[in-house]
């Protein structure tokens, strides 16, 4: 089993681009969340699914985050347009007991 | 919604003492509660959890404790060594949702 996946690993992109981060979560796992993990506020949970269905996105900060679901094995975390406050380490995890991805370090310059 | 607060925010150890991080949680309804060592650039991983029927569980040198009275639990690593050095969060859930509100970290150092 090769875990929780996240691509890109690390992304640095200029202010007013568009970023698309990827999750594949574990085989089997039900429920997928995403989490910004900053020093000044630690981990915060962005949204979370169930069986592919948003169940709570009231951490999302704004309407330029937006996240999907389409099936079982995989899920995406966009922002559009990025700011360079969105700099963060976004990670992806699976399961009740959350079990987290890598991580994905995005810079905006 | 649920409030997790943990102290304290450091923690240095010389190294084979024993260190104990503890955490408050608000929710009444909470009954799992899992804890997460996270290394420097690395993910947080689950290192051990307790559920609320349970007071004490152990895992070697860890061990977790839970007072649902008073709604708070503690972690508490024993014979510390070098390799224990992490930032450790504390979190609180309720099965029903499955949301979990995550402490705000411990930065725990080992002494050689």
């Known amino acids: 089993d090769a875990g929780v996946i996240q691509s890109p690993r690390h992304e640095v992109t200029e202010m007013g681009q568009e970023v698309t981060l990827r999750c594949k979560p574990i085989?089997?796992?039900?429920?997928l969340f995403w989490y910004r993990q900053t020093m000044m506020r630690g981990l915060e949970l962005l949204i979370y699914?169930?069986?592919?269905?948003?169940?709570?996105d009231s951490g999302m900060p704004e309407d330029r985050f937006s996240a999907k679901m389409p099936n079982a094995s995989f899920s995406t975390l966009k922002i559009q347009p990025s700011e360079p406050r969105d700099s963060a380490v976004y990670f992806c995890?699976?399961?009740?007991?959350?079990?987290f991805g890598p991580g994905t370090r995005l810079t905006v310059l | 919604g649920e409030n997790v607060e943990q102290h304290p925010s450091t923690l240095s150890v010389q190294e084979g003492d024993s260190a104990v991080i503890k955490c408050t949680y608000s929710?009444?309804?909470?009954?799992?509660f899992p804890w997460y060592k996270q290394e420097l650039g690395k993910r947080p991983q689950l290192i051990i959890d307790?559920?609320?029927?349970?007071g004490e569980k152990k895992d070697q040198r860890i061990a977790v404790t839970l007072n649902k009275t008073a709604k708070h639990f503690s972690l508490h690593i024993t014979e510390t060594q070098p390799e224990d050095s992490a930032v450790y969060f504390c979190?609180?859930?309720?099965?029903?949702?499955?949301?979990?509100?995550f402490g705000t970290g411990t930065r725990l150092t080992i002494i050689p």
């Open positions: 979190a609180a859930m309720d099965f029903g949702n499955e949301k979990l509100t």
């Open positions: 307790i559920r609320s029927n349970v």
């Open positions: 929710d009444s309804a909470s009954n799992y």
């Open positions: 995890a699976s399961g009740a007991a959350q079990y």
């Open positions: 085989s089997g796992h039900n429920s």
């Open positions: 699914f169930n069986n592919n269905v948003p169940i709570d």
